[in-house]
C-alpha cells in the first residue's frame, strides 16, 4: 500500500513538494513563482538562457556546453563540494602525519597508495555532485523554419485537431515512441534488481587489468540498470529542448504529453534505486557500486526536479555504517586475509567518503594504527638447503638453518604483492643443525670436510605474497662464512 501511494505521487507529479518540508528540502514555493516555461521548468524567465523555477532553482542554459546548469535553492551536496576541495589538504595532513609516525620508514608505499585512492575518490564524487544535465543533440543545427520539415502530423492522446504548421517528423516518431512505452511499464512498481559487481579489494588498486575490469563493470551495471527509462528521458528532453529553442503553440499538446511522462520515468527510476539498496545493501563487497547508485539518482532528481531531498544521500552514509565498516575488518583479521586487511588504501577511502557525506565521525586514523597494528608477524624458519655450484659438481653445500621468534612487517609493492621484510633489519643470526662444504673430487677425503661453526650472522629472506593470484615466493640469500648463496 506505501509503495502504491508513492507511485500515485510520483505520477501526479506530487512528489517533489511532499518532501520539500524534509530536511535539506525546499521549504516553500517561490513568492515570484511565474508561469513561464524552460524545457520542463514552469516559473519566471529573467532572460533568454536562464529561468527561476517556482522551486527557487535557477535554471541556465549553457549553449556552448549543451547543458543545463540548475542551481536549487538549498542544495544537500553543499557540504561534499566544499569537502572535496579540501582534498589536496587532507593529502597534505596525510603525509604530515606519516612523516611522524613511529613506523615512518614502513609506511610510506601504505601512504602513496592512499594519496592515490584520495584523488581516485574526488575524481568519482565530483562526477556524482555536478550540478549540470547533458542535454541531447537536436537532428537540425539551424531554424526550424530552415529545414526541410516532414509533413506527418501528430498523433497521441492529448494532439491538437489542427496545425497551421508542419512539426518535424523525429519529434512525433520520439513522443509516440515514449509514450507507449511509458503506457506499457505504468503498472510496475516492484523490481527485481540484478547483482552489482564485487569489489575484489585483494587486486583493486594494484592490479591494473583487474581495476580496469571492475571499474567498467561498476560502470556498465549503472548504466544498464536504468538504460530503457535514459533512452526515453532523452527522447522527452530532446523534444523539449526544440520546442525551448524554436517556441510554437503547436507543440502544446505534445509537451503536456511528455510532463507526465518524465514524472513518470524519474518516478521509476526512484522505485528502482530504492530496491537496489533494499536487495543488496548487506553485501558489504557490492556497496561501492550500490552507493553510487544512490548519489546519482539524488543528484538527477533535485537537478530534474529543481527541489527536494529524497533521503538517498542519508541511505548512502548508513550503508557505510562505521560498525559494518568495523565488522568487515575483523572478520579479515580473524581470517588472517593479509592481502584485504592490509589494503590500507581501500580501508582509509571508505572512511574518506565518509567525510564527503557528512558522516558523524571520521576514524581514519584509527583504522590506519589498526592496520599498523596488524602489520607485525612472528615468523620461525627452518630451512633444509643443498646446493650445487656448477654442473660438474662441484662446491656443494648442504645445511640446515633455524631461526625462531623473527617478527616481520609488510610492505606493499605496485603489482599486488606484499613483501615481508625482518623488523631486525637486514642481518641477523641463524644457527646451523648441519653445514658440510665439499668438492666431488675430495669427499672421499675426509680432512676436505669443512663444518660450519654452530651459529652464524646471515640476511633474512624477503617473502613476497601476491593475494591477488594467491601466490607466495620466498627470495632467500644469505652469507654463510663469507660466501653468498642464493
Given at each position: 500500500?506505501?509503495?502504491?501511494?508513492?507511485?500515485?505521487?510520483?505520477?501526479?507529479?506530487?512528489?517533489?513538494?511532499?518532501?520539500?518540508?524534509?530536511?535539506?528540502?525546499?521549504?516553500?514555493?517561490?513568492?515570484a513563482?511565474?508561469?513561464d516555461?524552460?524545457?520542463w521548468?514552469?516559473?519566471?524567465?529573467i532572460?533568454?538562457?536562464?529561468?527561476?523555477?517556482?522551486?527557487?532553482?535557477?535554471?541556465?542554459?549553457?549553449?556552448?556546453?549543451?547543458?543545463?546548469?540548475?542551481?536549487?535553492?538549498?542544495?544537500?551536496f553543499?557540504?561534499?563540494?566544499?569537502?572535496?576541495?579540501?582534498?589536496?589538504?587532507?593529502k597534505?595532513?596525510?603525509?604530515?602525519?606519516?612523516?611522524?609516525?613511529?613506523?615512518?620508514?614502513?609506511?610510506?608505499?601504505?601512504?602513496r597508495?592512499?594519496?592515490?585512492?584520495?584523488?581516485?575518490?574526488a575524481?568519482?564524487y565530483?562526477?556524482?555532485?555536478?550540478?549540470?544535465?547533458?542535454l541531447?543533440?537536436?537532428?537540425?543545427?539551424?531554424?526550424w523554419?530552415q529545414?526541410?520539415?516532414?509533413?506527418?502530423?501528430?498523433?497521441?492522446?492529448?494532439?491538437?485537431?489542427?496545425?497551421?504548421?508542419?512539426?518535424?517528423?523525429?519529434?512525433?516518431?520520439?513522443?509516440?515512441?515514449?509514450?507507449?512505452?511509458?503506457?506499457?511499464?505504468?503498472k510496475?512498481?516492484?523490481?527485481?534488481?540484478?547483482?552489482?559487481?564485487?569489489?575484489?579489494?585483494?587486486?583493486y588498486?594494484?592490479?591494473e587489468?583487474?581495476?580496469?575490469?571492475?571499474?567498467?563493470?561498476?560502470?556498465?551495471?549503472?548504466?544498464?540498470?536504468?538504460?530503457?527509462?535514459?533512452?526515453?528521458?532523452?527522447?522527452?528532453?530532446?523534444?523539449?529542448?526544440?520546442?525551448?529553442?524554436?517556441?510554437?503553440?503547436?507543440?502544446?499538446?505534445?509537451?503536456?504529453?511528455?510532463?507526465?511522462?518524465?514524472?513518470?520515468l524519474?518516478?521509476?527510476?526512484?522505485?528502482?534505486?530504492?530496491?537496489?539498496?533494499?536487495?543488496w545493501?548487506?553485501?558489504?563487497?557490492?556497496?561501492?557500486?550500490?552507493?553510487?547508485?544512490?548519489?546519482?539518482?539524488?543528484?538527477?532528481?533535485?537537478?530534474?526536479?529543481?527541489?527536494?531531498?529524497?533521503?538517498?544521500?542519508?541511505?548512502?552514509?548508513?550503508?557505510?555504517?562505521?560498525?559494518?565498516?568495523?565488522?568487515?575488518?575483523?572478520?579479515?583479521?580473524?581470517?588472517?586475509?593479509?592481502?584485504v586487511?592490509?589494503?590500507?588504501?581501500f580501508?582509509?577511502?571508505?572512511?574518506?567518503?565518509?567525510?564527503?557525506?557528512?558522516?558523524?565521525?571520521?576514524?581514519?586514523?584509527?583504522?590506519?594504527?589498526?592496520?599498523?597494528?596488524?602489520?607485525?608477524?612472528?615468523?620461525?624458519?627452518?630451512?633444509?638447503?643443498?646446493?650445487?655450484?656448477?654442473t660438474?659438481?662441484?662446491?656443494?653445500?648442504?645445511?640446515?638453518?633455524?631461526?625462531?621468534?623473527?617478527?616481520?612487517?609488510?610492505?606493499?609493492?605496485?603489482n599486488?604483492?606484499?613483501?615481508f621484510?625482518?623488523?631486525?633489519?637486514?642481518?641477523?643470526?641463524?644457527?646451523?643443525?648441519?653445514l658440510?662444504k665439499?668438492?666431488?673430487?675430495?669427499?672421499?677425503?675426509?680432512?676436505?670436510?669443512?663444518?660450519?661453526?654452530?651459529?652464524?650472522?646471515?640476511?633474512?629472506p624477503?617473502?613476497?605474497?601476491?593475494?591477488?593470484?594467491?601466490?607466495?615466493?620466498?627470495?632467500?640469500?644469505?652469507?654463510?662464512?663469507?660466501?653468498?648463496?642464493?
Amino acid at each position: 500500500m506505501k509503495t502504491a501511494f508513492l507511485l500515485f505521487l510520483i505520477l501526479f507529479g506530487l512528489l517533489p513538494y511532499a518532501q520539500q518540508q524534509k530536511p535539506g528540502g525546499i521549504s516553500k514555493m517561490s513568492p515570484a513563482a511565474g508561469k513561464d516555461r524552460f524545457f520542463w521548468y514552469i516559473g519566471k524567465k529573467i532572460n533568454d538562457s536562464t529561468l527561476i523555477a517556482a522551486t527557487g532553482a535557477a535554471v541556465t542554459l549553457k549553449k556552448a556546453g549543451n547543458q543545463l546548469e540548475v542551481k536549487t535553492a538549498k542544495d544537500p551536496f553543499t557540504k561534499m563540494i566544499l569537502e572535496l576541495r579540501q582534498t589536496e589538504q587532507r593529502k597534505k595532513e596525510l603525509v604530515t602525519n606519516a612523516t611522524t609516525h613511529q613506523q615512518a620508514a614502513v609506511i610510506y608505499s601504505y601512504v602513496r597508495n592512499i594519496v592515490e585512492e584520495y584523488a581516485q575518490i574526488a575524481n568519482t564524487y565530483a562526477g556524482l555532485a555536478d550540478n549540470r544535465i547533458d542535454l541531447p543533440s537536436l537532428p537540425y543545427s539551424s531554424s526550424w523554419q530552415q529545414q526541410e520539415m516532414s509533413s506527418i502530423s501528430l498523433k497521441g492522446p492529448c494532439a491538437p485537431e489542427a496545425f497551421s504548421e508542419d512539426i518535424p517528423g523525429w519529434i512525433n516518431t520520439d513522443h509516440n515512441s515514449v509514450m507507449a512505452w511509458v503506457k506499457a511499464h505504468e503498472k510496475e512498481i516492484n523490481f527485481q534488481t540484478p547483482a552489482p559487481p564485487v569489489l575484489d579489494v585483494s587486486c583493486y588498486g594494484c592490479d591494473e587489468e583487474k581495476t580496469r575490469d571492475y571499474e567498467y563493470a561498476d560502470s556498465a551495471y549503472r548504466s544498464d540498470l536504468f538504460q530503457e527509462e535514459t533512452e526515453n528521458i532523452h527522447k522527452a528532453v530532446r523534444i523539449m529542448r526544440f520546442a525551448t529553442e524554436y517556441p510554437s503553440k503547436e507543440l502544446a499538446g505534445i509537451l503536456n504529453d511528455l510532463d507526465g511522462s518524465l514524472k513518470y520515468l524519474l518516478g521509476r527510476i526512484l522505485l528502482k534505486t530504492q530496491a537496489v539498496e533494499k536487495q543488496w545493501r548487506h553485501d558489504f563487497w557490492r556497496l561501492q557500486t550500490v552507493v553510487k547508485v544512490l548519489l546519482e539518482v539524488e543528484r538527477q532528481l533535485q537537478l530534474f526536479y529543481g527541489a527536494g531531498d529524497y533521503g538517498l544521500m542519508q541511505t548512502a552514509v548508513s550503508l557505510l555504517h562505521r560498525d559494518s565498516i568495523q565488522k568487515h575488518f575483523d572478520l579479515a583479521v580473524k581470517d588472517r586475509n593479509y592481502p584485504v586487511v592490509l589494503n590500507a588504501a581501500f580501508w582509509i577511502g571508505l572512511e574518506r567518503q565518509r567525510q564527503l557525506l557528512g558522516g558523524p565521525d571520521n576514524f581514519s586514523a584509527e583504522q590506519f594504527e589498526a592496520i599498523m597494528r596488524f602489520n607485525r608477524f612472528k615468523l620461525t624458519h627452518e630451512f633444509d638447503i643443498k646446493w650445487r655450484g656448477d654442473t660438474d659438481g662441484n662446491d656443494q653445500l648442504q645445511v640446515k638453518l633455524r631461526a625462531e621468534d623473527v617478527y616481520y612487517f609488510a610492505i606493499p609493492d605496485s603489482n599486488c604483492r606484499l613483501l615481508f621484510v625482518a623488523h631486525q633489519g637486514t642481518r641477523t643470526h641463524m644457527s646451523a643443525d648441519r653445514l658440510v662444504k665439499y668438492s666431488v673430487s675430495e669427499a672421499k677425503r675426509p680432512d676436505a670436510l669443512y663444518s660450519s661453526p654452530q651459529r652464524f650472522a646471515t640476511t633474512f629472506p624477503i617473502i613476497m605474497m601476491d593475494g591477488c593470484n594467491e601466490t607466495a615466493s620466498f627470495a632467500f640469500n644469505t652469507d654463510v662464512n663469507g660466501e653468498n648463496y642464493a
